[in-house]
């Protein structure tokens, strides 16, 4: 099967898997890097690794719009589907998997943290691997460095998206780390760029990938899509 990630820059991703369309931590209208709106993005299938603004902030809005499938930890669902009116949300957990028209979806740990933004508590944060076929995608969201990257990196993953800008995630020397773990094919930087704070050289983390892991760096600009 054709998939395709498109990077919206950020931490948000638009995954076409033969015509299903995953979007990942949807943050767009107020997204300095974003190239597209709210209103102008078509889904069938949310996902939410956590609470943050950053992450959240426009999924309600393009839920309701599209009535696509939004998935999240149970205390995310729960928030969107009682606070928002999101008709469509699954509420689970770290380490559970569930079906979804494109394959499946496992919600793995993330260190992080993840009130909402109106402070209600958003569970835990999380990260997702997505089963596509024969292929995996690891999403590790907005994480520190943990030594279990190595078991997610048991379930052979093809591709790895990692953030890198550092400050809230880590930055791009524990990235190399991760990827030594996790053993993708390809790994993608994320999470960086959007605000000066996190403003890192993708060029020079690309070269320390290709010198220190097996894995090829793949550097998108926002809009920018990647075909596996
Ligand atoms: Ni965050
Ligand atoms: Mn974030």
Redesign the pocket.
């Given at each position: 099967m054709a998939i395709e990630l498109t990077w919206y820059g950020h931490?948000t991703w638009l995954v076409d898997a033969g015509g299903h369309k995953i979007l990942l931590d949807p943050f767009l209208n107020e997204n300095p890097s974003s190239p597209v709106k709210a209103d102008d993005v078509a889904t069938d299938t949310i996902l939410i690794s956590?609470g943050?603004f950053?992450?959240v902030a426009d999924a309600a809005s393009i839920a309701n719009r599209t009535d696509a499938q939004v998935v999240a930890i149970y205390e995310i669902a729960t928030w969107l589907s009682t606070n928002h009116a999101v008709q469509n949300a699954i509420g689970m957990n770290i380490g559970g998997q569930v079906s979804l028209p494109f394959g499946t979806a496992k919600m793995v740990p993330a260190l992080?943290?993840?009130q909402l933004p109106d402070g209600s508590y958003g569970g835990d944060?999380a990260g997702f691997v997505l089963t596509i076929g024969e292929q995996k995608i690891y999403f590790a969201c907005?994480t520190g460095l943990f030594s279990d990257m190595q078991l997610i990196g048991e379930m052979g993953i093809d591709v790895a998206v990692l953030p890198i800008g550092d400050l809230?995630?880590m930055g791009p020397e524990d990235s190399v780390t991760a990827t030594r773990w996790i053993k993708p094919t390809t790994v993608l930087p994320a999470h960086y760029n959007t605000w000066p704070p996190i403003e890192q050289d993708a060029a020079a983390w690309a070269s320390s990938i290709e010198s220190a892991t097996d894995a090829s760096a793949v550097v998108l600009q926002p809009g920018e899509s990647f075909s596996m």
């Open positions: 931490g956590h943050h950053d992450h992080h943290s993840s944060p907005d809230f995630t």
